[in-house]
């Protein structure tokens, strides 16, 4: 195939000559042969252009957001050619390159082996892929080449980030996270310790607390909390309206972290845990349990687009009689542009489920960007903190999540 | 504890005055591809020059009617249209107000230029009466005194001078522009310069009047002194094969500049004038760089070598067939540009007959 450069170089040759013959300009006539007689001579340097194979190998199929996923290159040239191949690995808008290039250029010679590697780094959950990879064989003047595009295509997801829970927000003493279906509170048999009673005949002697009875001179034993399994329902809001902000700030990216960290915490602790988002229609992991269940929920988090809007109390008419009864659920959502939130959580409540809410403001992203004027932005605050405050006289737990504030921190002060 | 307090240099520090090291690069082999370049580009602009005589353009043959004077030498203009090339790529590397600093430098030296012989500013002799006042004396009494002032002198000898060598620069920069782009596209790694500097060429070249002088070097007839050595049609063919290699070298060569430099500036992250490579990576780069032009120095000087003895046996064919026994010499005219053409038609038919059977269809295997 010929480049830009060639038709260039050839075309200014040709010109060169007529001119010389129209002019019968002697020195225009030579220098345009000569210079055609270079790019017909360079046209058969592709003869002996190198035969190239190329493997691509990643460090990994998943990766978390602001992770990093190394990939390695490997060419070789089956064939006795030789000559210059370029590769070009096409990567997703989103990736930023932390090490090396997708991009080399290489002199390869008869049965060579070579590789490179670069590594790249995603800021935001998502299904990506790299590739296809372009693969350009030509030789030392780039004049003549022979392209192709190599449909290996390397599929991976980046999966929301996962910050680690404190221990008292899950495994509080009065659990307002989680109460309904789960008797956190009770005594049982478990790890934790609740407190010490006297010692009754049937009670285990391992149970029994060896310092306690060399303090007090009677037999005590340890009680411990019990830790029941339990179905938590994590329902997350993914209407066109949570897309409000840019890039990580964005209420429906908390969201998605925070589902993501609270369906680790609550998975390693044995829980079968469900995930719903709702947007322009309801989607659904069931209730499950285990490793092999995050990696489904972290998945479908990946896929979460912002569209639709659905309003919260269809969403939960549609879902409640599927739920176990009284299972708890946690809401993500920024509650925003949804005029039956009120009838929803009553509807809710009466029917014996508990509702505890994680809402990131979207004002303090609009407020970032500084597009609202300040008199409608104060009249939303007070919207919103009215609305907070009507939800929490329902005696539900609601997180105002502020930008910036860690998903640990968000049910502390609610 | 005392504290110890450093005192902030008032000095600015050279990185914040000029980029200096995009001039250098951070490879020193890309270094040395541009100033083979610029040689190269240099060479091949003078030889032209000397083959093509600006005299005989038209532009010459033309412009004196607007701009008198008109008198370009290639010994001026290339070397100093080179300079103003490679001086406007290093105005480039200025940042913010130095570069501001030295616009207003280089107005005021040609304001300057402009104004020196024409306005001869001196301080004057006792020319102009001027009524002060008295010391000691009652108020409002005042008197007539000569005071010196600054006077103006127009040195119009100096002045016709001046516009006479303004003029004179003014036509060398025209055929100037060629070197002067050439050079600032090596240096600044812009493709579109160097592509106008070669068409340049081919254009002021085109604008020739065609071999004048070629039979007859009278001044009479060409309507301009001669040159000292004229060429004959011969010399001119010989001297296009040299041309059009230096084309070649010169197009190839400010190309390979800046594709190898595009190459090192990927590691570079965009708005920084360093890469964040290690030292270790450098090196790897660097000699990646380093198998990269060889090979490709390797390629080019086989490919010249090549070019250059199958240019020489196509052009000079004729003059042999021509001069043998026979009848071909008498069915065309051989040895003019037209058998020249026509025999180099042939042979590239015959290349791209041989091409067809030999050069197989590349094919990449799927992975």
């Known amino acids: 195939m010929w480049s830009k450069k060639a038709v260039a170089v050839a075309g200014g040759a040709i010109f060169l000559t007529l001119a010389g013959l129209i002019r019968l300009n002697y020195l225009f006539i030579s220098a345009g042969l000569v210079m055609l007689t270079f790019v017909v001579l360079s046209s058969f340097l592709d003869v002996w252009m190198p035969n190239v194979k190329i493997r691509r190998e990643t460090s990994s199929d998943n990766i978390f957001e602001n992770g990093s996923i190394n990939v390695k290159f490997i060419i070789k040239n089956t064939g006795l050619g030789l000559g210059f191949v370029e590769i070009y690995d096409k990567l997703p808008p989103q990736a930023r390159i932390t090490k090396g290039s997708n991009y080399t250029l290489l002199y390869m010679k008869p049965w060579q082996e070579v590789s490179f590697e670069y590594s790249l780094k995603l800021p935001l959950r998502g299904h990506y892929h790299l590739g296809p990879v372009r693969l350009r064989v030509k030789d030392a003047f780039d004049l003549f080449y022979n392209e192709k595009i190599e449909q290996s295509i390397h599929s991976f997801s980046v999966f929301p980030q996962i910050e680690v829970l404190e221990e008292q927000i899950i495994k509080s003493r009065v659990p307002k996270l989680l109460s309904g279906a789960m008797p956190l509170n009770l005594i049982g048999s478990g790890t934790e310790f609740y407190s010490l009673r006297e010692f009754v005949p049937g009670d285990s002697l391992r149970s029994v607390n060896w310092k306690a009875l060399a303090k007090k001179g009677k037999m005590m034993v340890n009680e411990t909390v019990r830790e029941d399994v339990m179905d938590v329902i994590l329902l997350l809001d993914a209407r066109e309206v949570s897309a409000v902000g840019g890039g990580r700030d964005t209420p429906l990216e908390m969201s998605c972290r925070a589902a993501a960290t609270y369906a680790k915490q609550l998975l390693d602790e044995r829980n079968n845990v469900a995930l719903v988002t709702y947007g322009d229609s309801i989607k659904r992991v069931d209730l499950d349990r285990g490793e092999h269940h995050l990696f489904k929920i972290l998945t479908s988090l990946s896929s979460v687009r912002p569209e639709g809007n659905l309003k919260l109390e269809i969403v939960l008419k549609d879902l409640l009689p599927y739920i176990p009864s009284g299972s708890p659920i946690i809401l993500f959502s920024s509650l925003d542009d949804d005029h039956t939130i009120s009838e929803a959580f009553t509807n809710t409540i009466s029917r014996g489920y508990s509702i505890t809410t994680l809402s990131p403001s979207s004002l303090d992203f609009e407020e970032k960007m500084k597009r609202i004027p300040y008199q409608p932005l104060l009249i939303a605050r007070i919207e919103r903190e009215n609305m907070i405050s009507e939800i929490r006289s329902f005696g539900m737990q609601v997180g105002d999540w502020k930008a910036d504030e860690a998903v640990n921190t968000v049910l502390q002060g609610g | ?367």
């Open chain 2, 1 to 367: 504890m005392e504290e110890i307090k450093t005192k902030k240099s008032r000095m600015p520090k050279i990185d914040n005055i000029i980029n200096y090291k995009d001039f250098f690069g951070e490879y020193p082999l890309i270094f040395a591809i541009k100033i083979i370049s610029s040689i190269a580009l240099f060479y091949v602009i003078y030889e032209f020059y000397i083959y093509h005589n600006p005299l005989d353009s038209l532009i010459t043959q033309y412009t004196p009617k607007v701009i008198a004077n008109f008198k370009p030498n290639p010994n001026i203009f290339v070397i100093w249209g080179f300079i103003a090339g490679f001086s406007f790529y290093i105005f480039t590397l200025f940042k913010g107000k130095y570069k501001l600093l030295i616009i207003i430098l280089a107005l005021a030296i040609v304001g300057q230029y402009i104004s020196d012989p024409a306005l001869d500013w001196q301080v004057g002799e006792y020319v102009i009466p001027t009524k002060v006042e008295i010391n000691g004396a009652d108020a409002d009494q005042t008197q007539w005194k000569w005071k010196p002032v600054k006077i103006i002198y127009d040195d119009k000898s100096g002045t016709n001078e001046r516009i006479a060598d303004a003029k004179i620069r003014v036509s060398n920069m025209i055929f100037g522009i060629v070197p002067f782009l050439g050079a600032y596209g090596i240096w600044k790694r812009k493709g579109w310069a160097i592509a106008a500097s070669v068409g340049l060429v081919v254009i002021i070249g085109f604008l020739y009047n065609p071999n004048l002088c070629l039979e007859n070097y009278d001044a009479a007839y060409c309507g301009y002194d001669t040159m000292e050595k004229e060429l004959t049609w011969k010399e001119y063919l010989s001297g296009g094969i040299f041309i059009g290699l230096g084309f070649v070298i010169y197009i190839e060569l400010s190309y390979a500049a800046i594709k190898y430099e595009n190459y090192a500036e990927q590691f570079k992250p965009a708005g920084l004038e360093t890469s964040l490579l290690s030292k270790v990576q450098k090196k790897s780069v660097a000699k990646t760089l380093r198998t990269l032009f060889v090979s490709y120095l390797v390629n080019l000087g086989v490919m010249l070598f090549i070019t250059f003895s199958v240019a020489e046996i196509v052009i000079n064919i004729n003059y042999y067939l021509s001069t043998t026994e026979g009848r071909i010499q008498d069915s065309i005219e051989l040895q003019g540009p037209y058998g020249i053409v026509f025999t180099s038609l042939i042979f590239f038919m015959l290349l791209g007959f041989l091409r067809m059977f030999i050069g197989a269809e590349y094919d990449v295997d799927d992975n």
